[in-house]
Structure formats: C-alpha cells, structure tokens
C-alpha cells in the first residue's frame, strides 16, 4: 500500500467496493475522506429507514432487515480493508488516517445499534406471522440483531445512553492503542550479537534469519550466517528458536525477561490501557444490567454460563496435572544429568532450551533436521491435495488476478471439481517485524451473498501467518509447527469459503458463536499427524527425497510430548481471562497484575517472575475478539478432536471413507455458516452430542 497521496481510477478506490480491493491504488490519504463519507451515507440511510419502519404495517425481512444490511455492506468494506492493512502494512500515515476517522466509525455503528425505530421494527418482525415462515439463517440472523442491539444499550436513556457511547468510543480507541504499543515494543528491542560463542547451539536457519535481520537494519553487516552480526528480536520467529537452542543461559534470560515485559515501559506501556479497559468493560456492562463483562461476552457464545466452563477445565486440569508434574521432574533430572550439575534449579528462560534438548534425545530429531522436507510451495501443494481428497475442490495459483500490498503475497482461486468458482483467498505468508503484527489469523475480506442484482458475490478470505522467510536461494523452510499453523488458518478459511449460505450475515464464520468458531481449524491440524498427507507434502527441498517415514513416526510420538503442561497453560490464561473479566473489580488496590500473578502461580510448575508482565502483550483479550472468550480454543478443541475421531472411525487409511465423510464435514461444519446453532450442525454431523474423551485421547491423557 502507498503511503502518499495518489490518484486511482475511478476516484477513492475504498468507494468502490465490495470487491478485490486495489492494494496498489490505495493511499493512507483514501482513508479519511471515504470512511467519512461512507458513515454519512450510511446514516442518511438508516434515518429513511427508520422513518419507513414507523409507519411499516406488514413487517417483513425484505422490509426490516435486508435495507440495514445493504446499508452496512460498504462501510463494512472498506473499514475492513483499512483494519486489514493496520496489521499487515502498518505506517504512521495509516495509523494516523485511522485514527482520524475511528471515532465517527464507532459513532457512525453506535446511532445504527441504538436507534429505537430500527429495534421496534426487528421486534416486531419477530412477532409478526411471517418470521415464522423464515428459513433458520434468516431466523437467527434477527434474533442476533435484537441481542446485539440491547447489548449496545439500545434500551438506555439520556446520560446512561451517552456514557455508554462514550466508553464505547474510549475503548475502540484504546485497544487499538494497546495493539500499536506492543508492535512499536517488539520493533524497539533487538539482541544484536557479535561473537560466535553468544550464538552457539543456533541452527543455520536461525543464524541465517539473524544475519539477514540485521543486514536489513544495518546495511554495513555482512549478512553472512557464519559471520554476524546476528540481530534476535521477540518475533515469534526469531525469539523461539534462540530459547529453545543457544547454549548462553544468559543470554536467554536477557531475551526472556524483554519477551515477559513487553510493551510494560514508558510510552509502550500498556499495564494502566489493561486496567482502563477492564474498567470500562465493567461499566458498560453494568449500564446494560449485566453483572460482568463475562455475561456479555457469553450471551452470544456456545458456552451457558461461566460456571460450564469452571466444569471443563476443571476436568481438564484434572487430567493434566499430574502429567504435567511428571514431566517437569523428568525435564529436571534431565537437565541436571546432561549438564553435569547435580543441583540445578531449572529457571523459566531455562526450560525451553532443556525441553527442546529432551525432545531431541527422547524423540531423536530437531526442528533443523525437519525444516528442509517443508518448503513452503511443497507445503501448499499437500495441504491442496488434501482438501481435494476430502471436500472435492480444486485449489490455484492465480496471482495475476488480484493486486496485494506485499510482493510475497500470493492469491489462490477456490473451484469446484468441476470447475465452478467457488472462493479466493489472499495468503501472507512471512514475518515481517517493521510493519506487520506477530501471530496467524484469517480474515475476510469478502462474503459469500446475493448482490442486489442477484448474482452471487463469491467470498474472499486474508491467510495470515508469520513464519520463516526464504533467506537468498533457500526457500522458506516451516518448522512442523509452522505447517500445523498454516493447516490451522486454512481451516477457518475452509469453514468462510465452502459456506453455502448466501446471506452475508450468517455465511461463513458470521453468527456463529465465538466458542465454537476454532472447531474447523483446529480439526485440520490432524492431519499433520497423518502419514499419507504428510507424504504428500514432505520433499527435501534439495535432493527431492521424502520425508522418511521413521522421522514422521517420532514426530507423530512427540505429539503429546510435554502436552500435561501445554494444557495447564491454555487453562490458566483461560481462567485468567475469565476472573478479569468477571469477578476482578478494576479499581482494587493490587490490580490486574496481580490478578494475573495469582491465576499464573496457581497452575505453574515454575513460578512466574515478579516483573512478568503478561497482561501488557495479552492481545487476544485486550485488542482481539477473545475478552472473556480466551476459553475458546480449549472449548472448540473439545469439538475438533471429536469430529476428527468421526475420520478415524471411517477408516484413515480408506480414501473411499475419508472422502465421503470429509464431504459431510463440508455439508454440515463447512457449509452451514452461522445459519444454525454449532451443537445442531455438530449432530447433524457426528450423530450425538460431543464428547471430551477423543480429545483426553489425543493428548494422552485417557
């Protein structure tokens, strides 16, 4: 994307959707005026609207609904495009034309949300006869309407309507805020190192990440693996392979306490952000008569109460704990018998690196022996292949086709055997720590939905992932858990591209309930540990040998390696998430922080140190969709490792039977969308209700 003014055809390119947007075209200066514009049209519109409602007699989803949703439809775009480019093209100029216009846009969502005309016509159409006679997506996408209409306080009068708004405006504003600190954070740290002995037990790739990293910052560097300088960074990418392999304690330390407090210093810091948003998310909830932001959170989840999931993970930690112990006393005796010091006391800048030599000697690989069977556009061709096999569709290249904002992006077309278009979808694959944010995630960029001239709008998804850049003539070669991450995203975009819901709102991943949103991507994480896909995408980018089948049996092993303490952990920034936002009062004189220190300590095996500053890099919760619905991912993994258990029942080594049952999958998980409730369509699909016991299995704990 430019970052200086320049003239598109056809006039502002974000007043020309919804469609492929014109990356080149686009300049931070587009913003401002088109998103402005945008809200005006959109209130104009929703003011006739209402003023039709008023004197509306036969209420009906034509009448209603439909005009709201062709109202948002432009806006929606083009805010979408603007969020988009924040996380994968970040630039002052685009922070600073954002900035300019959120508030009108949160302003511009709120007087939609709040008005009492608009609420009144969708009540009435729920009790009128002809809401009755509606399919179950347009059903449901009404009854969303209503709940997300008195969620944004539709029913407040006066000053309580006002502040209400205000704290709305206050908190878009501020975790937008905490999301550019902890960006601006990361960038601002590097360990830049000199000598061969302060990166000693670093794999080539690493070394040739790190070289390359600080010949980009310093173009005076030799660039060269074998001779430095090597720049390590707390990008994913950079940070796990220096603690997990370099043999200096020391240095890890130094990267593991930067790592830990994050973003928790002078302009970057976002420890009083943590507790304002906690703050406001409170009160809003009490204005709207809720006891907790977590009773917000969950009225439009899978999850019944709070009190569900305590049971959950409960059980969960029940399971883990003693595996976990174990491990942790394993790893020690390891580490003191290896090292030769009888008495050492395993610190947290210590356990990755000692976890990792485990792994290595009890499993007999390393990540580096790994990474040259998984070039990328290998990868990709497996992972293609095996969609093909199970939901019968056809995935290309076609980059020509749409325009990207960085010359790695790629573009792929989605078809049907037959050749019928069916979705696109736009893959990022590369860190870039200047200007992108750090983690995977899909996005949408368009839905699947009837245009007004009646032709189908095919959806279109952004892949995002962060992984290991090609360095020269070496592709980019994936860590197993890079590949499982890719799979992870591409099963979002399974579930956005394969609906076939045709009404934007409840298509793809819309209206269904948070919990359950991770079910098709962690399903397709499986697969990795299923040896003839494996096989179909495992090459020696080099010699062209595949992976060798005793290699992917240890991989396969290591699977629930270290899994007791994996779990603990997603439990205790579950819970953590959960006591923020429900019983912790903002405002108490020991904060959040020790909030954090108290729900950490109580599921650790190692206790945190006192200057860990989670909560300041935690955003998922503070500038995601996950504030109290971090428990998602353990919630929908109860649903993922089940439907995964309906493939293994079939037959896993029975083409035959993995098509036909991957083609209900697509009939029902896939298709659905948010057209009817996830534990319906996971009936529909499994047969019965879900079960935690396949995912005890697959973690080894049952």
Not at 504 to 515: C, L, R, T, V
Request: glycine share 6%; proline share 6%; with cysteine.
């Amino acid at each position: 994307m430019s970052t200086a003014a320049s003239p598109a055809t056809g006039g502002n390119p974000l007043l020309q959707g919804p469609r492929l947007p014109p990356f080149q075209q686009l300049a931070a200066s587009h913003v401002q005026p088109a998103i402005t514009s945008l809200c005006a049209t959109l209130i104009a519109t929703c003011s006739a609207h209402e003023q039709a409602l008023e004197t509306l007699a036969d209420p009906t989803y034509d009448t209603v609904v439909e005009p709201l949703n062709q109202a948002f439809t432009p806006l929606g775009w083009a805010w979408g495009v603007v969020n988009h480019l924040c996380g994968v093209a970040d630039s002052p100029e685009l922070r600073q034309a954002r900035e300019a216009v959120q508030g009108e846009v949160v302003r511009t969502q709120l007087r939609v949300a709040q008005s009492p005309a608009i609420y009144r016509g969708l009540t009435r159409l729920r009790d009128a006869p002809s809401f009755r006679a509606l399919d179950s997506a347009h059903t449901r996408i009404v009854l969303a309407m209503i709940r997300d209409a008195e969620l944004s306080g539709v029913a407040l009068q006066d000053e309580a309507r006002t502040r209400f708004q205000n704290l709305t405006l206050e908190l878009d504003q501020l975790t937008t805020r905490f999301q550019q600190n902890l960006l601006d954070a990361g960038k601002a740290f590097a360990l830049v190192l000199t000598t061969a002995d302060q990166v000693a037990g670093l794999p080539q790739a690493a070394l040739a990440m790190a070289a390359r990293m600080a010949k980009v910052a310093d173009p005076q560097a030799s660039g060269d693996p074998a001779v430095g300088p090597w720049r390590i960074t707390l990008d994913i990418p950079s940070y796990q392979p220096f603690m997990e392999h370099a043999q200096s304690s020391a240095l890890r330390e130094r990267l593991y306490r930067a790592f830990i407090t994050r973003a928790s210093h002078d302009e970057t810091d976002n420890a009083p952000l943590v507790e304002r948003i906690l703050a406001i998310r409170r009160e809003k909830a009490l204005l709207l008569g809720r006891d907790s932001h977590a009773h917000v959170s969950l009225a439009a989840k899978m999850a019944p109460s709070v009190a569900a999931i305590d049971a959950l993970f409960d059980e969960l930690t029940a399971a883990a704990r003693p595996h976990a112990q174990t491990e942790f006393t394993e790893l020690t005796a390891f580490a003191r018998a290896t090292s030769g010091q009888a008495d050492l006391e395993l610190k947290p800048w210590d356990v990755p690196y000692w976890a990792e030599r485990l792994r290595e000697e009890r499993y007999a690989y390393r990540d580096q022996d790994v990474r040259p069977y998984f070039a990328l556009e290998h990868v990709l061709s497996g992972l293609f292949a095996l969609a093909e096999k199970l939901f019968s569709i056809r995935v290309q290249a076609d980059d020509h086709l749409a325009e990207v904002w960085d010359d790695s992006v790629r573009f792929f077309t989605v078809r049907a055997l037959n050749g019928t278009g069916l979705a696109a979808f736009y893959l990022d694959p590369y860190s870039r720590p200047s200007n992108k944010r750090g983690g995977a995630w899909m996005d949408v960029c368009m839905d699947r939905s009837r245009k007004p001239d009646g032709s189908l709008r095919l959806p279109v998804a952004y892949i995002i992932c962060n992984q290991t850049p090609p360095n020269g003539e070496t592709p980019s070669l994936m860590t197993f858990r890079e590949v499982e991450t890719l799979f992870h995203e591409f099963g979002h975009a399974l579930q956005h591209m394969l609906t076939t819901v045709e009404v934007a709102e409840a298509a793809g991943i819309n209206n269904i309930e948070w919990d359950a949103v991770e079910l098709p991507s962690q399903f397709m994480e499986n697969w990795c540990f299923h040896w003839p896909t494996i096989q179909g995408l495992a090459q020696h980018y080099q010699t062209k040998e595949p992976l060798p089948e005793a290699l992917f049996t240890r991989i396969k092993a290591a699977r629930t390696y270290r899994a007791g303490a994996m779990v603990l952990r997603q439990v205790a920034l579950s819970k953590l998430d959960l006591e923020l936002h429900h019983t912790y009062r903002p405002g108490d004189a020991d904060g959040a922080l020790a909030v954090q220190r108290r729900v950490m300590l109580a599921h650790a095996l190692l206790p945190p140190l006192t200057e860990d500053r989670l909560l300041c890099s935690f955003s998922h919760i503070f500038a995601g969709g996950y504030s109290a619905g971090y428990y998602s991912y353990k919630w929908a993994e109860v649903l993922s490792a089940d439907a995964f258990g309906a493939f293994e029942e079939a037959g896993l080594d029975d083409p035959v039977a993995l098509g036909r049952t991957g083609m209900r999958f697509r009939s029902t998980v896939l298709a659905a969308g948010g057209s009817r409730h996830p534990l319906e369509v996971f009936r529909d699909f499994r047969g019965r209700e879900p079960s935690v016991k396949p995912l005890l299995r697959q973690l080894g704990m049952a």
